[in-house]
């Protein structure tokens, strides 16, 4: 038997554990997962700006993998890759043969002075905080900036100035907010095909703009936010997406870059200098492209792919060429679709109801469909 | 050219727009005020983004060399 090792129990990591329990008989695949709940994070904006009930968000880990897959409920301390073995917080040493880590990327608002005050969406319990405030802000100045670039699911923000437009609309109390974006970047989106239908976006639902605004602190008292380029932006309400590293195990474990990310090869999805031994996809790499679910999941199956024929003695073959595929919510029933990779940027279709809906079906679908391999 | 030396190189070659911009905003983040940074780039795009973004942060763009098949950008933290 082989030992199978999967670091991870987000979209990424539990696809790949299913797909080598499936496939390679002689796997004996363990999943290590710090909490044991799956959480379904393209929902946080619907639990911000939808009143989502956060349930629909988490599932128990282990009744999405399938029974072959054992479950450690466990904290990851360090990876030892000479010793092929993973430590953990309870102190059980975890030996491997192949090793894929998809621990995702941690929040770091701490390294923002002053954001204590901010709220974001990229957990459930701030997601629910942003709910809150949202339900009492009555009007005035919402601001929505970036702390650090790279984060997860770049066009999140964006999205979320679509949806602020809506939610304030359903209120009846547009004209008394004034939604003001700041994007990182010199456009506002981060796809530069896609950038100028956002703009027009932006433009048709009077959402303002400032380009090239990367957040550097924030004072409370005065109500401000300035940026590492020198300009200063007041608000009522601030939206920061906070910074974002990859997991402490693997920094000190030496697997990582100075920002935290795994050096990993984007075809082979391989770390570089471990090849053959450890894998890395999703959030946690350092390979230059976004940070989300969908690319964890396309990952996962090239990855899993690749470990199960290993795993029996075969080459392997599979290779990631960037694919990624999303939906973006634009509000009011209308979206957006994406679908890309290294060769090919993508073409955005105009902003329909179809894309909305597809959307809509992935968010139902998802339980079903993903974590379990099935597409 | 000669007298300068860089500080940190940040190497974003094989990464697409606006990976380059992306990895020399992370690193003016770390780097002190006075440091050069060196950021290599194989992605057109940065031809545009980059010395946009360091004119607007207030930063000096000391050089911009092609090489074969990437670009090299040396920047001083001015602020």
């Not at chain 1, 932006?233 to 693997?250: E, N, S």
Request: overall charge positive.
């Amino acid at each position: 038997m082989k030992r199978v090792v999967v670091l991870g129990g987000g979209v990424g990591g539990t696809i790949v554990a299913n797909l080598v329990a499936k496939k390679a008989r002689d796997a004996d695949v363990t999943l290590v997962d710090k909490t044991g709940k799956h959480v379904y994070q393209p929902g946080f904006v619907y639990v911000a700006f939808d009143g989502w009930d956060p349930k629909r968000l988490v599932r128990d880990e282990r009744k999405l993998l399938r029974r072959r897959v054992k479950l450690l409920v466990d904290e990851v301390v360090r990876v030892d890759p000479k010793g092929k073995q993973v430590h953990l917080r309870s102190g059980t040493r975890l030996p491997y043969d192949y090793l894929v880590i998809a621990t995702g990327a941690r929040l770091a608002p701490q390294e923002i002075p002053g954001s204590e005050v901010a709220y974001h969406f990229y957990s459930v319990e701030c997601a629910l905080k942003l709910r809150e405030a949202l339900a009492k802000f009555g009007g005035g100045r919402i601001v929505i900036t970036v702390g650090g670039v790279p984060y997860k699911c770049p066009p999140a923000p964006a999205e979320s100035a679509c949806l602020l437009d809506y939610y304030f609309s359903k209120r009846g109390i547009r004209d008394k907010v004034d939604i003001h974006y700041l994007s990182p970047l010199g456009r506002v989106f981060p796809l530069e095909t896609v950038s100028p239908t956002v703009q027009k976006i932006f433009d048709a639902k009077s959402v303002r703009y400032t380009t090239f605004f990367n957040a550097e602190r924030v004072d409370p008292e005065k109500k401000v936010v300035y940026s590492l380029e020198g300009e200063e932006v007041p608000y009522d309400l601030l939206i920061m997406i906070p910074p974002h590293h990859g997991a402490k195990f693997a920094k000190d474990s030496g697997l990582t870059d100075a920002g935290g990310w795994i050096p990993t090869d984007k075809y082979t999805l391989e770390v570089k200098g471990h090849e053959g031994a450890i894998w890395a996809i999703g959030d946690a790499t350092d390979i230059p492209i976004s940070k989300a679910g969908a690319t964890a999941h396309y990952e996962a199956k090239v990855v899993g792919e690749n470990v199960a024929a290993m795993v029996d003695g075969e080459a392997p073959i599979a290779r990631y060429d960037g694919k990624v595929m999303c939906f973006c919510d634009a509000g009011f029933h209308r979206g957006i679709a994406m679908r890309f990779d290294y060769q090919h940027p993508p073409v955005p279709p105009p902003l329909s109801l179809k894309w909305y809906l597809g959307k809509v079906l992935v968010n139902r679908l998802y339980w079903t469909i993903v974590p379990k391999a099935r597409a | 050219m000669a007298e300068v030396v860089i500080t940190r190189l940040v190497d974003a070659r094989g990464s697409m727009c606006p990976g380059p911009l992306m990895a020399l905003i992370g690193a003016v983040r770390e780097q002190k005020v006075g440091d050069v940074i060196s950021v290599y780039s194989g992605d057109t795009g940065s031809r545009t983004d980059i010395p946009l973004w360091v004119k607007k942060a207030g930063h000096e763009l000391i050089a911009l060399r092609d090489h074969e098949g990437y670009a090299e950008f040396v920047i001083r933290k001015m602020r």
